[in-house]
């Protein structure tokens, strides 16, 4: 059974740093490329960032030169590095297996003062 995992989230101060983790299960995972999106109340999901097996990535335009996703295939891992957090990154972010229908259940980003 694929399982996606999040945690890290919480709340931060505009101008703060995250790390998220996601740990996936049930597929093997180094064979996969993996992505990152988020939502925010009353918008759309949107892609925030992917990686793909050979570690080349892909961002989101309002999160390019900020974020920093990563993937740790012995851990069967990605994660995503958040820098100079704002308001507007509040949203729940997901973790997906990118091709299929895997999300995980999400973590809530706060960033506020």
Not at 35 to 61: C, F, M
């Amino acid at each position: 059974q694929v399982q996606l995992v999040e945690s890290g989230g919480g709340l931060v101060q505009p101008g703060g740093s995250l790390r998220l983790s996601c740990a996936a299960s049930g597929f093997f995972f180094g064979r996969y490329a993996m992505g990152w999106y988020r939502q925010a109340p009353g918008k759309q999901r949107e892609l925030v960032a992917t990686i793909s097996i050979s570690g080349n990535t892909n961002y989101g335009d309002s999160v390019k030169g900020r974020f920093t996703v990563s993937r740790d295939n012995a851990k069967s891992t990605v994660f995503l590095q958040m820098n100079s957090l704002k308001p507007d990154d509040t949203a729940v972010y997901y973790c997906h297996r990118e091709g299929y229908i895997n999300w995980g259940q999400g973590t809530q980003v706060t960033v506020s003062s």
